[in-house]
């Protein structure tokens, strides 16, 4: 069956003498390979197409037996050569990369964290004054997207304003953040701070762009990091090792 779909190309690889084996995210078949017959030559069926963060609209063909797939031709939507050519955002880039096709191989995608990812790719295109925190600010934003996570704005067990409450901690099996008198409960804990709170309730409730020059300060850095790893290792069971996202 032929269906026509925008990919983002995250990994081109060569196959036989002219031909690509080309990875890449969509919207609705999640993370998927397929083969660009001819790919390294043809000037017309994918012109300025197959390079690695390039969002393309493809047309994709199925091999009889379901074997595989295939791409007939595309169409370039939206290029990143000024990304690709700057390794100081090239680098989390490629990292917001991994992070989606560890989370989303096979058929799961989703059109929701595939605009996402689309999003990031445009603005670190476009933008160099961008937060050292994003690629780990980007993992976050999937966690939400994929259903987990707590809110950010008031403690659920009195009300109180987590951005004005002292030391409000993060109860990581249970979902929720609490104030320091309310955090009840066994299981992993990590403590806040306002800055912390406010960026993460921002993320969860907004897009790309309210949050992708965050600058924290230094007393916050490590919390923002600590509050993100607990969840993308309890939802969704990742975790960055030796230069890659493994499973937990």
């Known amino acids: ?16 003498e002219i031909d690509l084996w080309v990875r890449l995210a969509t919207p609705g078949h999640g993370v998927l390979t397929a083969f660009a017959f001819g790919g390294s030559k043809s000037r017309r069926r994918f012109m300025g197409c197959l390079d690695p963060l390039n969002l393309v609209d493809f047309q994709f063909h199925r091999s009889g037996r379901g074997e595989y797939l295939y791409l007939m031709e595309g169409r370039l939507v939206r290029g990143c050569p000024g990304l690709r050519a700057d390794a100081a955002r090239l680098g989390p880039a490629v990292n917001c ?7 989303f191989e096979g058929p799961d995608g989703g059109e929701e964290s595939f605009a996402l990812l689309a999003e990031a790719l445009e603005i670190m295109e476009d933008r160099a004054d961008l937060s050292p925190l994003l690629p780990l600010l980007f993992r976050a934003k999937v966690v939400f997207l994929q259903g987990y996570g707590p809110g950010f704005g008031a403690c659920p067990r009195c009300g109180k304003d987590l951005r004005t ?36 309730e921002t993320v969860r409730m907004r897009s790309v762009r309210r949050w992708a020059d965050a600058v924290p300060p230094d007393a916050s850095r490590r919390r923002v990091f600590d509050a993100v790893d607990a969840l993308v290792r309890y939802h969704l069971g990742l975790a960055w090792e030796d230069g890659r996202f493994r499973r937990v």
């Open 165 to 200: 409450a002292v030391a409000p901690t993060l109860l990581v099996e249970q979902g929720v953040v609490a104030c320091a008198e309310h955090a009840h409960g066994s299981g992993r804990r990590v403590t806040l701070d306002a800055w912390t709170v406010d960026l993460l």
């Open 1 to 16: 069956m032929d269906f026509t779909e925008p990919a983002i190309i995250l990994k081109v690889g060569a196959f036989r």
């Open 97 to 103: 990369v991994k992070f989606y096709e560890a989370v």
